[in-house]
């Protein structure tokens, strides 16, 4: 009997069952419930290892100009440039060695990477201390389109002069031949509008009115003339002339005074 109850004790221990037990004389006692321990969860670690904490390196910013970039929005970065005092050429379009210096000293007295590569951090930093730069902030110092050539234009030797562009062409028969960037008179001495033509050249002309060189001038309405800038070419649309139509690329208007002929047609139209 002892050895019959030790076996099924054992049997109820493995299964985690009810046993009933019975007295000597045969009588029935109260169940007994056995619990058996459930092993089938690992006991928890006391001591457990730390987890690997993922990278919180930053990626870095993308690049969206650099040295050797042309464009529309290099013009844009380099007159932002201007407005806060880290760049004094220009606008060019063009990401040269002026530019990417002046982009270094932004971002280093910002506390940025000194790159000189325009990213997306320097970008909007550089966005959020200046304004959104005009037509004639992009294009200071020329470089813009021209507009299309006015009928008058369209037909003989022509210098036909866009006042909304601010633009040169000198056509022949039709055909564009060059254009250049040109500067207007200023509100009290406005450059003249209409048809005109060349009626003197003077290569080495100095203003007697005004006591200033007028290099390549090509005259064509009193004392108005197609002429070389220096002033333009220092400081772009920042100034004006006395009427005449300044050119500030000297070595194109050299090559137009050596084409245009006396007698020649200028329209200066809008």
Not at 12 to 41: F, N, W, Y
Not at 72 to 81: F, T, Y
Not at 108 to 123: A, M, S
Not at 225 to 251: K, P, T
Request: glycine share 10%; hydrophobic share 35%; proline share 6%.
């Amino acid at each position: 009997m002892g050895r019959s109850f030790a076996a099924l004790l054992v049997l109820a221990m493995a299964c985690a069952c009810t046993v009933q037990t019975a007295d000597r004389d045969g009588k029935r006692r109260l169940p007994v419930r056995i619990e058996v321990p459930d092993h089938s969860t690992p006991p928890a670690d006391d001591d457990p290892k730390p987890s690997v904490a993922p990278s919180t390196r930053a990626a870095a910013p993308t690049v969206l100009w650099s040295r050797g970039d042309t464009g529309r929005d290099v013009r844009e970065v380099q007159a932002r440039l201007r407005q806060v005092a880290w760049l004094y050429d220009g606008p060019t379009g063009s990401y040269d060695d002026l530019t990417e210096r002046a982009v270094k000293g932004f971002q280093g007295k910002r506390g940025l990477p000194r790159t000189g590569k325009t990213d997306t951090v320097t970008w909007k930093r550089l966005k959020a201390m200046t304004h959104e730069p005009g037509k004639w902030e992009l294009y200071l110092m020329g470089g813009q389109p021209a507009d299309a050539p006015d009928a008058r234009c369209l037909t003989g030797r022509v210098l036909c002069i866009s006042k909304n562009s601010r633009t040169l062409r000198w056509m022949i028969d039709g055909r564009t031949v060059m254009t250049v960037s040109v500067r207007f008179g200023s509100v009290g001495t406005p450059t003249r509008e209409g048809v005109f033509s060349v009626y003197w050249k003077s290569r080495h002309h100095v203003s007697t009115l005004y006591d200033s060189p007028m290099p390549y001038a090509m005259f064509f309405s009193g004392g108005q003339a197609v002429h070389y800038s220096a002033d333009f070419a220092a400081h772009g649309y920042a100034g004006g002339s006395h009427g005449c139509v300044n050119v500030r690329d000297e070595a194109a208007i050299a090559d137009l005074f050596a084409q245009v002929r006396t007698g020649d047609k200028v329209v200066v139209h809008w």
